[in-house]
Every structure is written in C-alpha cells, then in structure tokens.
C-alpha cells in the first residue's frame, strides 16, 4: 500500500455526491483515498435492530458506489484510526463535522490523539445547510424561537451541490464484516422495554444514495399540494427523505437548491427542513436538552411509575391501547421503522398527557425503533409534544386522539392500513376508542378515558406550576 493515502472517514455522510470533506480528501491526496467506517459501539448499541438493519443496508450502498473499497472496522474510533494510519502510511483523516454531544466529544479525543501521532484530522461541513451555532441572536446566543431562527437561517448563504469526485483511487485494507453490525442491537436495550417487540422492522424504507435520489424525484413531482396534504397521514404525501437525512444519503443543501420556488408547498417543505436544523442548533447549544426536561418549569410535573404505568407503556409500543389512530402509528412504527409526523405528535402527547409517563420512555422506544432517529429532532420533538421544550405547544392544549382521528384520517385510509382488526370496521366507527367496541370485538377496548386523563393531565400541570412558585 502506498504511504500517500487520505483516509476519509464516512459518518453521517455516505453518499458521494455532494459531499465537501469527501472532495477536499480527494484534493488534498492528489485523489488516492481510503474509504472508512467504523463501527463504533458507543454508537450503534444505543441504535436497536431496525435502525442497525437500515445501516448496514446504507453502507451496502455505499461499497457498492466505491466498488468494493469500502473499509470497515470495529472498535474505538481514536484506536482504529491510529492502528489504519499506521498500515496505511497516512498522515491525514478527513471527515464530515458531527455537531452532536457525543460525537463532538469523540472527535475532540481523536483529533487530540491523532496529532500527538503526527496525524492530522480535519472535519468540515456539516449534516445542515446551516451549521449548528451559526444562526445567533443580536446578542450573540443560540436562538430559542423558531421563527427568530427561520430568518437567520434564511439569510445564510447555500453553496451549490458538488458533483461526486471522479478518478479516485479509492485504496483498498483488510475489512470487518457487516455482520458485526446484528451483534451490537440489543447491548443497550432498557430493561422496561421488557417482552416488547425486537425484530428488525418488516417493510423498511429503502437505503442508499440512488434510493434517496429516486425517493426525491418522485417527490418532487407531486410536491404542489404539500402544504396541507403533509397533514394527512392516509395520503402519504410526504417526502419520507428523514432516513436517507439521517445517514446523509442525501444532503438538505441537495433538496434546498432544488426548491427555489416560492409556491405555499415549497415554502412549506423549507420550513419543515428549517426545523431540523432549529433542533441541531438547539441541541448543540443545550447538549443536556436530550436528557433533561427543557422548561425548569415541568421538571416537577408528576409521571406515573411501577407496574401498571409500564403495563400502560407495553400497550403503547404494541398499539394496542384502543385508540386507534395512536395504534395505527405505532404499529407502523414497529412495521416500517417509521411514522408520519402527524401521528408522531398524537402519539406522543398520548403517552405524555393522557398515560402520563415520562417523554422519555417514548423517546427511547422511538429512539430504537425509528431508522430516522435522530437525537435533535425526536428528543426536541417529543419536548414539543409534551409540551416540555422550545417553543412547545403549550401543555395545556391536549390533542384529543379521536378528533385528530377524525379531523386528519376522517375515511378511516391510515387505521385501515396498520390496525388489521379494525379493516372492515367503516369510518367513523374505526375511529372512535375501542374501534367502536360493538362492531369489532378483537380490538382492543380503550384502555384509558381519554377525556378523564386530560383532567388528570391538567390537575398535574397545575400542581407543577404552583410547586414552582412555591420553590423547593
Ligand atoms: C415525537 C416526534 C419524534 C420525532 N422524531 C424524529 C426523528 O427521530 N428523526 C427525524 O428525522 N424526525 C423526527 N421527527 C420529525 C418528523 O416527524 C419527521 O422528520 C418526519 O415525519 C419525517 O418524514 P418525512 O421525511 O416524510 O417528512 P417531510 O414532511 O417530507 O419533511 C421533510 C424533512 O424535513 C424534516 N422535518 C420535517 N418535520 C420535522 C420536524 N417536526 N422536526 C424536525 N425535522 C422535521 C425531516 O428531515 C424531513 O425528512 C419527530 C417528530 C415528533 C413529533
């Protein structure tokens, strides 16, 4: 092997169109690159079998493009690096920037390490079009509202997509095998997820760079319309592009400079991906945001424990808690490995305010089960839900599972498709708690009174609130 070789680490990056640190490996090694991924347990165990699934599929993809190249290995990042450099002969790492807790964490070890080796590491780019920790207040903070944000945002300058690097030697290495990847899912499983559901999911989205393309083209065709239809989760008329976001299959900048109308669907969809960067850039800002309950205010409020509450979360994952709209979700969620947004919200407000368990506990399923997951956005979206985080609706404001039902899947298209019991049960039966119990006796009956919990939920806002002014 010779000793001028780039090692390029792929992340939260694999794709090779549009990919900045990729390019600047290629230039900086006259175009002679060893293609990386580690597999790392501090990060996969945390990861659950679908997501792992989706991943390795992604890096099939990946070694495919590279025609083979593609060099695993399994272990602790600063040590591998240093052990591939070392037979490798190279002098510099490349890598895309992770701007989240743990991973700005690693890289800061790595880089530490690897100079004192005499290896020099350089990260750029980022997974957004706008880094985290850019976008600031007059007074120089991170911002906390969104739309405050949105226009800071707004006025970040994009660069124009990069082609994929042509006449690349990419440079061969003895390599892991893939299947280290299945051995790692359940390392980090929490013990109150006890008997639910592990397999990986059954119709999992597709993986890899070509998928996204084509995922985005099909898209694009019938973008008009998104602005109301993204409400309606029968229809299926949005992107589902937060997959190949979350491995970087495709860049946001990738889909942004292909928006530039200002058509309602197009504003819409800009916005949609505004909001995850809002969330990265809170997230870096707030690292203990993805653990801690944002607003001090609601660390007080009371969540149930013990047996019955871990029975009422068990119901929740399986979906079978007779609501059929939040069963629906979450039966697609252990299905596919994904959910529509709006289902996401009922959901999780569901667990939060009318089961009344911590948001984390759905946060970690979701975590687990979703290929999407993505710390900024679910622990940020759950706060929104829970009405816990930034600019959160408030908690007040309850969504009423069988109004959203009605309001958002009103023929019952969404039910029908992930609730099998309920199939042949019409709307608006299908909608209503128990899926209308006298038709369809294998439902399951509700299993908590939707309207009885929000009094519930309300009660225990108050008490939080008043603890507060109270003090410790
Ligand atoms: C409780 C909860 C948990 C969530 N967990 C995740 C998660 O782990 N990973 C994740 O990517 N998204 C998460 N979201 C946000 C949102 O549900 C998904 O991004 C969206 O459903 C993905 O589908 P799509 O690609 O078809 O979205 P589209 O409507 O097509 O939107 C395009 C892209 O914009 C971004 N986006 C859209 N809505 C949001 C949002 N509310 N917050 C942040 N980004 C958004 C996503 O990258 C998405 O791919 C969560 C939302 C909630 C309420």
Redesign the pocket.
């Known amino acids: 092997m010779s000793g001028t070789a780039t090692i390029f680490w792929f992340r939260r990056d694999l794709r090779l169109r549009d990919n900045p640190a990729l390019v600047e490996a290629v230039r900086s090694s006259k175009a002679k690159v060893l293609a990386l991924f580690v597999i790392d347990e501090e990060f996969c165990s945390a990861a659950g079998p679908t997501r792992l699934a989706y991943l390795r599929r992604t890096l099939q993809a990946l070694d495919g493009s590279l025609g083979g190249s593609l060099v695993l290995r399994h272990g602790e990042p600063t040590a591998v690096l240093l052990e591939l450099a070392r037979e490798s002969g190279a002098r510099a790492v490349v890598a895309t920037g992770d701007y989240g807790p743990r991973g700005r964490a690693r890289d800061e070890r790595v880089a530490a390490t690897l100079a004192a080796a005499g290896v020099s590491v350089v990260f750029l780019d980022s997974p957004y079009v706008v880094a985290p920790g850019t976008v600031r207040t007059v007074a120089g903070s991170g911002c906390l509202v969104f739309g405050a944000f949105k226009r800071g945002w707004l006025r970040e300058a994009v660069p124009a997509p990069l082609d994929a690097p042509e006449g690349v030697e990419w440079v061969r290495a003895p390599s892991r095998s893939l299947d280290e990847l299945e051995h790692l899912g359940m390392r980090e499983r929490p013990d109150y997820f006890g008997e639910l559901p592990d397999g990986p999911a059954s119709r999992p989205p597709a993986a890899g760079e070509d998928a996204a393309w084509s995922q985005w083209s099909n898209?694009a065709e019938h973008l008009e319309g998104?602005e109301h239809d993204?409400e309606v989760p029968g229809l299926d008329a949005?992107?589902?592009?937060?997959?190949?976001?979350?491995f970087g299959a495709l860049h946001?900048r990738q889909?942004l400079s292909a928006l530039e109308g200002t058509t309602p669907s197009h504003e819409k969809?800009r916005d949609?991906?505004?909001?995850?960067?809002?969330?990265a850039d809170v997230l870096f800002h707030h690292p203990e945001s993805a653990r801690r309950t944002f607003q001090p205010s609601m660390r007080a409020l009371r969540v149930d424990h013990g047996p019955e509450a871990l029975e009422r979360f068990h119901c929740w994952a399986r979906g079978e808690t007779g609501y059929p709209l939040v069963d629906a979700g979450m039966r697609q969620l252990l299905e596919e490995g994904?959910?529509?947004?709006r289902v996401?919200?009922v959901?999780?407000s569901f667990l939060v305010k009318h089961l009344h368990l911590d948001w984390r506990w759905?946060?970690k399923w979701?975590?687990w089960r979703?290929v999407?997951?993505?710390?900024?956005?679910?622990?940020?979206?759950?706060q929104?839900?829970a009405g816990t985080g930034t600019d959160a609706a408030p908690f007040h404001r309850v969504f009423n599972p069988t109004l959203q039902a009605t309001r958002f899947d009103p023929e019952g298209t969404y039910v029908h498709r992930y609730v099998d019991e309920l199939r042949s049960t019409p709307a608006p039966a299908c909608l209503e708690p128990g899926g209308s119990s006298l038709l369809t006796s294998n439902y399951p009956a509700a299993i908590v009174d939707a309207s009885e919990e929000r009094l519930e939920a309300l009660r225990r806002f108050a008490e939080a609130r008043a603890s507060l002014a109270v003090g410790p």
């Open positions: 898209f998104y993204r949005t992107s589902r592009l937060s997959p190949f976001l979350r946001p889909v969809f949609e991906l505004c909001w995850r960067e809002f969330y994904w959910m529509h947004n996401r919200m959901a999780a759905g946060a979701f975590m979703l999407d997951a993505d710390l900024a956005s679910n622990q940020h979206g759950w929104w839900a």
